[in-house]
């Protein structure tokens, strides 16, 4: 799990020590991601399965994809299909994906890489591995984010944003025992480079064994933190945590965890992430690729959908591929 390593952690800027009046966020909840598939047949974990929408808001869902390690000819990816009314942040830890839109957005990305497409009023996408690694397989890993969009922004302009790996912001604990990439949002006034319609935080932490990180966190958003690996704990009382479980953390100024002093071979570190965001707090009405305020909007979508209205598949498109 590269995605952007630092030699000596001790050359970053620090988060600084929070104040001693900062108030620490309890843990609402630790909630275990189910199993289960995705597109033509990907393995993923269901990390807010179960998980209230109004403990999530401003997320919708997200996935943790794979961790697998494809053999020859296994690599997949999903058809072409229709998104409208959110964003999608597609993060790659390990491997390779290819992404490409009818708005014209479109590349690939890899290790510590991250694609942020805003839907907004509709279009058709698909994401894949490249034919090269279908041929040779190997290590895929990565998230999947649904991030909403208010009523006034869900008919927005399409867009696509390319986020290469070297460009986040890094940072450390101050005693350099964990450090952070900041995708989007702020952490300790350092800017992420993601540009998003809801003001948000995404950040992914490394911790060395037996460390402890306490993050300065915006009392407005809410604060969520997801496993990815290894195991440690989380919050005031030290709630244990580990890989493929999600911690919804109350309200307050500082999110607090910590890596067991013990990790398993495989991850010799705690990887998390990090994420907040200010609540929407508007009605959802989601189905399938859609995410809008009502039912009516839900159908609407749909209608534009097949009329052709969200897009049409490049003509440039690799063969083989349908609209769903």
């Known amino acids: 799990m590269p995605a952007i390593t630092v030699g000596d952690v001790l050359t970053l800027p620090s988060v600084g020590e929070v104040q001693p009046q900062a108030r620490e966020r309890e843990v609402v909840s630790v909630t275990t991601a ?3 598939y995705e ?36 690599p997949k990816g999903t058809p072409w299909h229709p998104h409208r009314g959110f964003e999608t942040v597609t993060y790659m830890l390990d491997g390779v994906f290819r992404h490409q839109d009818s708005h014209g957005g479109g590349g690939l990305i890899t290790n510590g890489d991250t694609q942020w497409m805003t ?21 895929f890993h990565g998230i999947q984010l649904w991030v909403n969009l208010p009523s006034e922004q869900k008919m927005t302009t399409p867009k696509y ?10 940072l450390r604990s101050p005693d350099g025992g964990a450090y952070l990439r900041v995708i989007a949002g702020e952490v300790a006034g350092h800017q992420g480079p993601g540009s998003t319609h809801t003001p948000i935080t995404v950040a992914h932490a490394t911790l060395s064994p037996g460390a402890q990180l306490r993050l300065p966190w915006q009392p407005d958003y809410n604060a969520l933190v997801y496993v990815l690996a290894g195991s440690g704990s989380v919050g005031l009382n030290g709630r244990p945590i580990t890989a493929g479980q999600l911690a919804v953390f109350g309200p307050g100024d500082v999110v607090s965890l910590g890596a067991d002093r013990t990790q398993e071979s495989r991850s010799p570190e705690m990887e998390v992430l990090v994420l907040g965001g200010r609540p929407i ?13 009502t039912k009516e909007e839900v159908y609407q979508a749909f209608e534009d959908f097949q009329a052709g209205r969200l897009g049409t598949v490049p003509s440039d498109d690799h063969p083989g591929h349908d609209v769903l």
């Open 119 to 139: 839907a907004g009023a509709g279009l058709l996408h698909i994401e894949e591995p490249p034919e090269e690694i279908v041929m040779k397989g190997g290590l």
């Open 39 to 74: 597109g033509e047949g990907f393995p993923v974990r269901r990390a807010f399965a179960s998980v209230s929408l109004a403990a999530l808001d401003p997320f919708i869902h997200m996935d943790q994809m794979g961790e697998v390690e494809y053999a020859p000819g296994e």
């Open 281 to 293: 707090r508007e009605p959802i009405a989601a189905y399938g690729p859609f995410v809008m305020n």
């Open 161 to 170: 944003q390319d986020i290469r790996g070297g460009e986040v912001a890094l």
């Open 34 to 36: 189910p199993r289960g």
